[in-house]
Structures are given as C-alpha cells and as structure tokens.
DNA sequence: CTGTTAGCGCTTTCAC
DNA sequence: GTGAAAGCGCTAACAG
C-alpha cells in the first residue's frame, strides 16, 4: 500500500475547531451529555463532514464503557459452539455491542490468556464456555470485576451470573424414551467424564433404576473408541441401545455401527447429544437432544446488559431445557 | 461482584518506584529495548511481584503495535469457516499473536461495519473472506493502510495480499472425475452464482466440452429447492450427476434423494465442495473436494507476519489446491 | 544507558 | 451550558 501521507483520521480536537467550540462540548455532544441544541447541531454537522469516528482506545482509556463482549470457548469447531456463538453476536449485535470472540482449545492455561487478553482490552462484559479447570480464569474475572456469564456450568457459581442446561432432566428424558422402546441395558458413550457437563450426565444415567447403565469413556483417543465399542457391543450383557454424549461421539458410533454392520434401531438403538446439521439425515434420522442454542445466547446477553445498567445485582441463574427429538434411530 | 475498594491493576508506574528506577527505563526494559542487566532484572522482578500486565490500550494508543490480528468471515456455522478460524487461530498464536473475529453474516453492510471496528481498535493485520459486495468494507482497508490479506477471492487484487483457491482446476478435476464415471450430464447445485467464487465454478463448468451442465441457483430459498431439484430430476434430459458448491446443499441434496428413494451411484451420483465431518458417514461416502484449510490459515498469517515485518514488500498471491476425495457417491 | 518530558484521543472534573 | 485543564497508561524523543 503506497503510504505518501496518509491524512491521519480526524479527532475529535478537529470536530471542536470546525464547529466552533471547545474540545470538551464536543465530547459532551458527541457522548449525548447534556449541551445546547444549536452547539449539538453544530458539532454533529462537523463529526459527519470530517468523517469522525471515536477511538475506542482513547475512550478505554479514560474507564468508559468499550461497548465491546468477548466470548471464550473451548472450540468453534462443534455445531452447538458455532451456533452459540452465532446466536451471541446477533443478541450482541440487537443490543449495540460488539462481540469479540477466542476459542481456548478446551485448555485452561489458554483459557486464562484467553480470558485476560479479552479483560486487558477493557471488554464491557465476558460470556465463557468454562473449560474443565477453570479456576484460573475465574479468578482473573473476579479480580477485575468485569461483568460475566458462564454458560453450561454443572451448577450455580455465587460469583457469577450462569446459565445452565438441565442435563439431569435431558439425560432423564432419554432414558424414559428408551425405556419405553423396551430398552434394559444403555451404554453411554463419552470423551471427558471429569467434564463437569458430562459429570453432571453420568450422576443422573447413574440414578436411574430401571435400565442397567454403564460408561465408555474414552478421551479424545479415536482408536481406543474403535477397539474398544466393538467389544462391547458383543460381550453377554451387551446394551440394547447407544446414547452418545455429543455429535462427533455420534458420528464415531455410527461408523463403528456401519463396520459392524448392525442397523438401527433393529440391532441397536442410538440417541446423541447434541442437534447438528447432518443428524437428521443419516439413515434413520438419529433421535437427538438439542440444545436450545438461540434461547442461551439471547440469556447470556440479557444478562450481561442487565448488569451493566445495574452492577448491584445478586447472582442470578437460568435454567434452559433441552429438546427430545424423536429419529427413526431409537 | 462486591467491590468495597478493589486494588487498580499496577501501571509501569508503580513498577519503576518498585525497581527504583525511572518510569522511562522501566518502559524499555519491559518492551526489550537496551537497558543495563541489573536495571532489566530489577523492573522484571518489580513487574512479577505486582503482577503488572501491559494496558493494551494505552500501548496502542500511543502508535505501537497491538499484537491482535482481526478476522471477518461471512459465518461461523459452516465447516469449512469454522476450520478456518480455528486454524488461523492456531496459525496466529505460533506467532505471538491473538485472533479477534467477527462475522459479518454475507451482510456487505455488516462486513464495512465489523472491519471498522477491528481497524478503530488498532488490528495490526486483518484476514477477511469477502462478501459478495465487499468494496465498501476494502475502501475503509486501504484507506487504514493495515496489513490485510483476502481469503477465497476470484483474483489478485492489486491492493491487498491474497489466497485463492484454484477453482477452475476443482471443478475441472470434479468433471474429469465424472466424465471417467460415464456422466454426460451434470447439474451444479449452488446457492449464491453471482458470489465471485461460485462465479468462478460456473465458469468453469460451461467451459467443459464432454459434458452437458446446468445450474440450479436457488439462494438461501430452501423451499425452492425442495421443489425445483425434484423436476430436474425427472425431466426428459435429466442429469446423471450432482455436484453441490458447499456441504449444506449437499445435505439438502441428499433429502431431495432420499423422499425420492433415489440411490447413489445408481441412480444418481452426489459430489460435492467442503469436507464437512459427517460427508464420509452417508450411505455410501460422498465424493468430495476438501479445501485445504490449515495450509490456507497459515499461508494468511504467513503474508500478515512478513509484512508486518516489512511493509514495502509488493502484494503477493497464493493459490491453493483443493484435492478430490473419491467416496462412494460417483 | 538513563531520566525527563511531551503527547496519543478522549472523558471528566471544575470553575466560570 | 460552556471552556480550560488534568489526567488515563504508555511510548518515544530528547538531553544528560
């Protein structure tokens, strides 16, 4: 890009002088404060001819709000994640703010950094997706101050403001689904089951009385998955049906169900977690828990905006629900 | 959140009275310029003990760099996007750098808009994937004068740095591919035909000598779709073949077969643009044309880094390669 | 090499 | 209402 002189952007100094009045009127007007209507005028006309536009930085600076909210998620590779994150930036977008997203790789010394460099950049307020250990970044939020949410949380956090998914009652309904077809023995397929969520899964599968449960659990490892389902699926007490805990589990178990060659829900039954795209047009469509994606973004952003106008305000907590869709998989 | 009297965050300031030394020498030891060994340990041991971060408002307030690179994109809900971002992410931090981004929705409004507010907060380099229209948003570009590459355009631009993605050639390969199959008439599904890059698979497509093609342009209209693929596909002249210009009309191809009980390579063949995660997991594979999404993240933050490093450097272009994955759809 | 000083663009007292 | 002036935390020029 040829530079020469560039004409460097006006400032506000140059809207005072080509209206006519001091530096701090024009700051008054241009922030909606208080000023006469001619003054307003003036320096309204001035800001649009000179093509002023604040620097947020100058303005960060001097401790006004930045109108900027960040999110920190494990990744944006997964359909509920990109859709939440999605859904954020239009409620974001609805309510004047601007979203600034980075993703932590499920990693809690990344999500720290995440987390601070976000802070350090003087966000209005913050939506995290907690990783599995995130004290670390808990504790810098509290620190500073900055107004919060946490999304997905097992359970109520007194720091914050949260929004949870009611995991027990979903996994609860899966099982009643299941039980109604018949189903006695339920195999739950999962990679992190220290993950609080998952946790939070595994209590209410446990609690169940009358269809016998069991786990796989099997980290981000693909190979043991593939070694060690097959197995399962062909010992004595092999369960009837799958609940995967989110969709790329799904996908696993579907390919290992293919290789097998067991159809659904003939020779085995599966439920997953999680409503992608593609869920709905494997053959039989899978029968699905979807998580209500638009309805926890628009949460997280009431709740953030709330707390701005009013940073007195006890904890609060929200309670979604997720949806059982029926497939021909179960 | 109760405050009470929340200690302010240390200023370089408090850590030059802690180092003893001058708030002038403390700034260059932190920034690594010269300064003598027993100054630099005493500011860095100052600096750990308060557990001073730098304000990266002030900082780029004052001219420096930010250390942020920006990136908008059209969205974050298709596979490919999302790989993308979280590729660049990676690419970003290997380097030193934090990832900011924002999605403009194909909105070319949206996308002016999401580019001013990354350039108002001192970006120092910006990946964008254009919109449709995005003249407004690379005006706003130029005139900044900020590092910026563009991703998935048609051809150089002169003004910027840019990665493209050999198009023709993936079209070409796709047809190939077909035509060695037997098809002799083929119908390219896409969404958007006057979007540059399919424009340039169109183009493509008509160019091709062995094989009849048509092209079912049916926007963001899903309806359309459900109803005008069908009559294609029992008309006199009826293709042999589909291909889909992203994985989302592959998914709503792949309904329109399945209500018709139409089975693939049989009585149709798919294939289709982007490798999304469930395209190996239909019944059979899909055929399909993978973008190579790391290669193209690094590549960007590749371009962004080397001139930064030297801003003179003329723009530069890379084309990229998308390989042919041969499923079972063809 | 070090310390002093002048801003970056803006908001925010505080007199008038 | 309005204007003058004092910073926000930092970097960069400049003298020592």
């Known amino acids: 890009v040829p530079d020469g002189t560039r004409p460097r952007p006006p400032t506000i100094r140059d809207v005072a002088a080509r209206a006519q009045v001091s530096l701090g009127t024009a700051s008054n007007a241009l922030s909606g404060r208080a000023v006469s209507a001619e003054a307003r005028a003036a320096v309204e006309e001035a800001a649009r001819v000179l093509g002023w536009r604040a620097n947020p930085l100058a303005r960060g600076l001097r401790g006004a709000r930045s109108g900027v909210l960040g999110l920190v998620l494990p990744s ?4 509920f994640h990109a859709g939440f994150a999605e859904a954020l930036e239009d409620s974001a977008e609805a309510r004047g703010l601007l979203l600034m997203q980075a993703s932590a ?9 995440r987390i601070e460099a976000l802070l350090d950049r003087r966000v209005d307020g913050l939506v995290l997706l907690p990783s599995s250990a995130p004290e670390a970044g808990l504790a810098a939020l509290t620190a500073s101050g900055t107004a919060t949410v946490l999304v997905n949380v097992p359970k109520a956090d007194p720091r914050f403001d949260t929004i949870s998914l009611d995991e027990a009652g979903a996994m609860r309904a899966a099982l009643a689904h299941l039980a109604a077809r018949g189903h006695r023995r339920v195999l739950f397929l999962a990679r ?9 899964r595994i209590a209410a599968l446990k609690r169940h009385r009358r269809i016998a449960t069991d786990v796989l659990a099997v980290g981000a490892d693909h ?24 969709s790329i589990l799904a996908l696993w178990a579907l390919r290992v169900l293919r290789r097998e060659a067991m ?7 599966l439920l997953s977690f999680d409503a992608a795209d593609w869920t709905d ?16 973004a ?22 979604l629900r997720m949806d059982l869709l029926p497939g021909g998989s179960t």
């Open 76 to 79: 944006i590779a997964s359909a």
């Open 298 to 319: 628009d949460a997280a952003a009431e709740l953030l905006t709330s707390r701005l106008a009013q940073p007195g305000l006890p904890p609060r907590h929200r309670l």
């Open 281 to 296: 047009l494997t053959d039989p469509p899978l029968t699905v828990l979807r998580q209500p994606v638009a309805a926890m």
């Open 223 to 246: 190979a043991l998955f593939d070694g060690e389902l097959p197995r399962r699926l062909r010992a004595r007490a092999r369960p009837t049906a799958l609940i995967a805990s989110n």
């Open 263 to 269: 159809a659904m829900p003939g020779d085995i039954a």
């Open 105 to 113: 790789r499920g990693d809690p010394a990344q999500e720290k950094a």
């Open 192 to 200: 992190y089951p220290k993950l609080a969520v998952t946790a939070a």
